[in-house]
């Protein structure tokens, strides 16, 4: 495997995807020809958020192309796949309901690179069941693209307003785990990233992540933690 899945698309200045092109530069490695899924974006159209993510990469030598405009069939075509944030449940019913979940799978496993962020990294992982989102679709199950044997969830603070009563993250991951226990989360921070190069997935950016698995103690992890491989 060859992926780049980040937490965020926006730095703290509001900059898009500025502190991804160096990194999405390095994932292509001279490959140009990029398939964009825009199926998360659900406030925007899907060819102004192709359009806006062409031009963010453009400085990184990437030509993207929207997964509207082609059928999965066409994805041979294609040496880069990148899948845009937004809503994790509308994105993933799109991608299943158009078969680019199965196509987009078999082409990263041939050695195809992905690129995610937020709900593109979410679909990357084994099931969906760690995104922040709203189930405003159904999905059509919580399967994912299982690009890796880990769960992310993206965005990660613990962080809790004050006065406020809701359960924390930290909470709804722990709740996860006592039905998932076999499983392994990344709770990752805005502005970090994992690379994962074959079976080894090495944690990048400024912020500490947290490591959360079943039955033991989350482990807070600095870049560049090696945390599979």
């Known amino acids: 495997m060859n992926l780049l899945l980040l937490s965020n698309s926006r730095s703290p200045d509001g900059g898009y995807l500025d502190h991804a092109v160096e990194l999405a530069r390095e994932l292509a490695g001279g490959r140009t020809k990029a398939l964009f899924l825009p199926f998360a974006g659900v406030t925007t159209t899907w060819d102004e958020y192709t359009d806006k993510v062409r031009q963010a990469l453009a400085p990184a030598g990437l030509a993207l192309t929207g997964a509207h405009t082609v059928q999965a069939a066409d994805i041979a075509a294609f040496e880069l796949v990148i899948v845009g944030g937004g809503n994790t449940f509308q994105l993933t019913q799109q991608a299943r309901q158009r078969g680019w979940l199965q196509a987009v799978r078999r082409s990263v496993a041939a050695g195809t690179p992905y690129m995610g962020w937020s709900a593109g990294a979410n679909l990357a992982c084994p099931t969906i069941c760690t995104t922040n989102d709203m189930p405003i679709v159904d999905p059509g199950g919580f399967d994912a693209l299982g690009l890796i044997d880990m769960q992310i969830n993206p965005h ?15 909470q709804r991951i722990a709740e996860f785990l006592a039905v998932r226990p076999e499983m392994k989360v990344i709770g990752l921070p805005e502005g970090d990233w994992l690379r994962v190069r074959g079976k080894q997935v090495q944690l990048g950016g400024p912020h500490p992540a947290r ?4 039955g033991r103690e989350a482990v807070e992890v600095t870049a560049p933690a090696l945390l599979a491989g």
């Not at 490591?211 to 079943?214: E, I, L, S, T």
């Open 211 to 214: 490591v959360f698995q079943g």
């Open 156 to 170: 990660y603070t613990n962080a809790l307003p004050a006065g406020h009563q809701g359960e924390t993250r930290d």
